[in-house]
């Protein structure tokens, strides 16, 4: 329950970081979402052993972090609280490659080690990425962008009531738990025997509730499209702020920048 | 189980995005051919809904661990497979966004993955025949349990498969598969049996609900070929990107080691390239074991698009024949949609 208070609390800082008003947040939805997507697919398609060249790229979420004023504590406590999947999966990568790749003196590098380092530098990257993309954009407009995109209405219509209908819902779960906690003091989860009609009487509510949602929908007039209040401008500073991030990206991309900047450095000094 | 960024190549990445892409998009055209506008309203709470009964979590007998609800096939159920397809997607692309779960080039993946599987094979082929129409408890349990399992037990098997075709990690390809298919049987035993206790709850307290949900299903033939050609279009393309894109390494390795400076350090640097180029052309994980270096990339390659081919026709057999398989009881029950 505990953890369903804090979730909601969580999601709804977001909202919060996402109603700032900085010149982040001023940038069009769209151009952040293309921005956000050239940013990943070149971050991904990174070569499994790359290291170095990918840290030009933390740039880019510095920058959001630093203007659109979010707190990096926030983000990276979300990024160790997600299933760690990726990371459980890479470990592996240093048991099975054992070829050196790097000396450095008497230290030796595998390949293994590096693809691991890189897979962890991958999940920062593409995931605070995404986080910042919501924290200083916020899920409506996201979704406006996404409309704008030709995504069919009724995914947006859908995808904009599930998630105004997440805080409502998820706090009737953690009412429903609580009072089953309050009942049933030793167990750490739900016995499976009360399971159903306990996650069964929340979805016949759900239901009724779609009902009444959609019933009052109807009385003002909802035929199946959303007439989104909000005004979207694709302005200069938007345009900008595409072709500026994403040409940097595909430098980044194309040339080893560290690589360079520590061979000009050592020149430099000799 | 979400598939990661860290994880994927942008070819598997982007191959898997078209698919979902694409079966979005007829699902949302075939929504809107019911011309039922309580629908969105309805997917939206639900898709809610499943967020909220994810946080209830369940003990899991004689184990002493607890796990939570996955709901794919409970939203196959009540909505149909398509409204169903498109609330998982949204429920995907909000974890991806507000709880960086997996990330947003991986939600290709995961929505083939997590959406796929329960809504277009495990809810019309093995679901529906085993249940039918009726209240039957029993029916209920076991399709849901079947259903589940199968739903699961694919899902993995797509992560494996994403995961080694994308080669950003070293598990070879079997002994990943090992190590994921059991785990996801124990939880598609455990989803089967929570999704059937759920529905049999709601059918009881409100049977018109059964009957509701019954409108809305796919003719299976037209599901079935789709399904076909979007998955030798995957596999196909997706393993001949995925030999395809060493090349594009080599090229950009070629164009790094053409710069002065970067010849100049000796041995690290240029051994790394060729290690590089040794690693990554062949993909010895998913090729044919005995091609040799020396063969040229175009070789490789039908190697590969070979391999995933099998691999497509693999998967498509064990899912015909678990239809076939459960074809009879449809039959001799008349309920098909």
Known sequence: MAAIESALLQTGRLDTLARQDTAVHRIDPRAKVITTACFVLLV???????????????VYPLALLTVG??????????LALVSPFAVVIGVFNPLIDHEPMVRL?????????????????????????ALLLIATTGFNRVCLALERFRVPPVFVVQLLLLYRYLFVLAREAARVLRAYRLRAIRSRGVSLRVYGSLVGSLLLRTLDRGQRVYTAMGCRGFNGILHPSIPLRFRTVDAAFVFGWCAFFIVARLYPLPQHLGHAVLEFLS | MHMADALISPAVGGAAWAGAAGLAAWSARKVRLEMDDRKAPLMGVLGAFVFSAQ?????IPATGSSGHLGGGLLLAILLGPHAAFLTITSVLLVQALFFADGGLLALGCNVLNLGLFPCFIAY???????????LARGRVMA?????????????????VLETTASGISDLPFSSFLLFMLPIHLAIGIVEGLVTATVVLFVYQARPELAVAGQGSTGSGRAV???LLLAAVITGGLLSWFASGNPDGLEWSIARTADTEELAAPGEGVHALSAHIQEKTVLMPDYAFGDASPEESAGVVRTGTTVAGLVGVGLTLLVAGTLALVFRPRRMSRGASA
């Open chain 1, 44 to 58: 991904v398609s990174f070569d499994k052993y790359t290291v170095a060249a990918m840290i030009p790229f933390l």
């Open chain 1, 69 to 78: 004023r979010v707190p990096p504590g926030f983000v990276l406590t979300r």
């Open chain 1, 105 to 129: 003196g008497p230290v030796v590098i595998t390949g293994g080690w590096l693809s691991f380092a890189s897979i962890l530098l991958r999940f920062l990257l593409t995931l605070s990425a």
């Open chain 2, 55 to 59: 946080m209830i979590n369940f003990a």
């Open chain 2, 124 to 134: 019309p082929l093995i679901y529906r025949p085993i249940a039918g129409t009726g």
């Open chain 2, 143 to 159: 399709g849901a349990l079947l259903g589940a399992v199968v739903a699961l037990l694919m899902g993995a098997f797509a992560v």
């Open chain 2, 224 to 226: 079935a070929v789709a």
